[in-house]
């Protein structure tokens, strides 16, 4: 076998065992979520297009509806980070993150007028080393979403004007019960909608090139 193929065929057990893993820590989440909630995003476009969670992801977001919490269970953890709040498992794998480059995806949406990623590396460096989190939490992980209702639709505020993370009042208030992972899940009403505008009209064709490119706000998964 070539290095090639031994490397590749040692990712495809990383990423399968990991897929494994998400879904086993999603089954004991959901117990603990109190009030409403759903699952978006790149698990969501996985569900839909390919009956199952995306074989690269090493997340899984959750959106919460006003009101709706998480009941910690005990050998979880929790950080707030730029754009989200992570939940993990203690005994999880370390990330091994780019902390610059997770940098510059928060000072985007701080800022999203800035042009070009020239602009967001000029305003980025000039704060990073104050405002940097160093990540503690492990890998795989939970994104949870707190979504605010206004406009006549829910909204998640820091990421409206670069991505579309909304959803209208129709996709929200009629959860739809899904049972593609093997048990039950939330999912939003007519999700096909919603993946077109998150993540494009070409949503149901596959990125192959997913697994060489950084996670970029603007490719489809």
Known sequence: MSKYNEDYQIELYNNQQRRITLKHMLKELIPHIVGEWFIGKGALLGIVRDGDLILEDHDIDLYL???SYINLPNDWGMQ???LDTKFFKKTGKPNNINMWYEYCRYTTCKFPYLKNKAEVYHI???DYKQERIIPIFTTPFFDIYN???RNNRYEVPYWIDISNQYFTNEEVENIQKNY???FEINIPAFPENILQRHFGNDWTIPNKNYRKQCYNLENKI
Do not use: I
């Open 65 to 67: 509806l006003p009101g």
């Open 80 to 82: 707030n980070y730029y």
């Open 124 to 126: 980025a460096k000039q």
């Open 147 to 149: 979504l605010v209702k």
């Open 180 to 182: 593609v992972l093997g």
